[in-house]
């Protein structure tokens, strides 16, 4: 099944304990993006990456690093978590940039992390 | 910059009747595609609708049909025959499809209740 995984789904730390929020896709996707979501505010990119290698920040990258080793892995770290860091986070996919862009393949999301930063 | 506005912050609808969601935007940039997300309590993510800005028909999937109107920069979600499985927030999107930003841009949600 073409999927999207993330976990943990739920976690609650506190603060400037470093974590990591893993992320993979087994659909030879090109294209990962990580996002955050917040009440009122809708979702906000924070990083992205074309392909393994290439990664660039988002809207909200302050925080957060990443990497893309390999192309199915995407991880979402958070060196020195702060309680302004609590949200809603998804990791999505898209067969390509380009595809994304200009012939609208939509992005696969995964289920989602919730993350609570005490 | 890329914008956009989703006015509605929630709406109600009856069982099996039209409901439209509006989306507004704003960008510079003359090629670009408009998406529709829905996210259930459940709380996943999922792609509903794509239109491309030289898309010269309006997109259609199912029930879905996005109602794009370029001069006036709006992308306005019109479900059909709800279902009470609709109630969820909905969130507009648009990428640009050229220059150096890969970076979508999501508009605030609305949150759509469907009334037996």
């Known amino acids: 099944e073409a999927q999207v995984t993330q976990n943990p789904r739920y976690l609650i730390t506190v603060t400037g304990k470093k974590l990591t929020v893993t992320c993979s896709q087994n659909?030879?996707?090109?294209?990962m993006s990580w996002y955050r979501q917040d009440p009122g505010l809708g979702l906000r990119q924070i990083y992205y990456?074309?392909?393994?290698?290439?990664?660039d920040k988002g809207d909200v990258p302050e925080g957060y690093k990443v990497s893309r080793k390999e192309k199915r892995n995407f991880p979402l770290i958070l060196e020195s978590p702060s309680p302004n860091q609590t949200s809603l986070y998804f990791c999505?996919?898209?067969?390509?940039?380009?595809?994304?862009?200009?012939?609208?393949?939509?992005?696969?999301f995964g289920p989602g992390t919730r993350l609570t930063v005490t | 910059a890329q914008k956009i506005t989703q006015t509605q912050p929630g709406m109600f609808v009856q069982e099996k009747e039209a409901v439209t969601l509006d989306c507004t935007y704003d960008?510079?940039?003359?090629?670009?595609?408009l998406f529709w997300y829905k996210q259930p309590s459940s709380g996943e993510m999922i792609f509903l609708i794509y239109?491309?800005?030289?898309?010269?028909q309006n997109a259609t999937e199912g029930r879905y049909s996005l109602n794009f109107q370029k001069a006036r920069k709006s992308a306005n979600l019109v479900i059909s025959a709800s279902q009470l499985g609709d109630s969820a927030m909905y969130f507009c999107?648009?990428?640009?499809?050229?220059?150096?930003?890969?970076?979508?841009?999501f508009g605030r949600g609305t949150s759509l209740i469907v009334h037996p």
């Open positions: 999107a648009m990428s640009p499809a050229s220059g150096g930003s890969y970076i979508p841009t």
């Open positions: 239109q491309g800005s030289y898309d010269e």
């Open positions: 990456s074309m392909n393994v290698e290439v990664t």
């Open positions: 659909m030879n996707h090109e294209y």
């Open positions: 999505a996919s898209s067969l390509s940039v380009q595809g994304l862009m200009e012939i609208g393949y939509e992005q696969y």
């Open positions: 960008t510079s940039d003359q090629s670009y595609g």
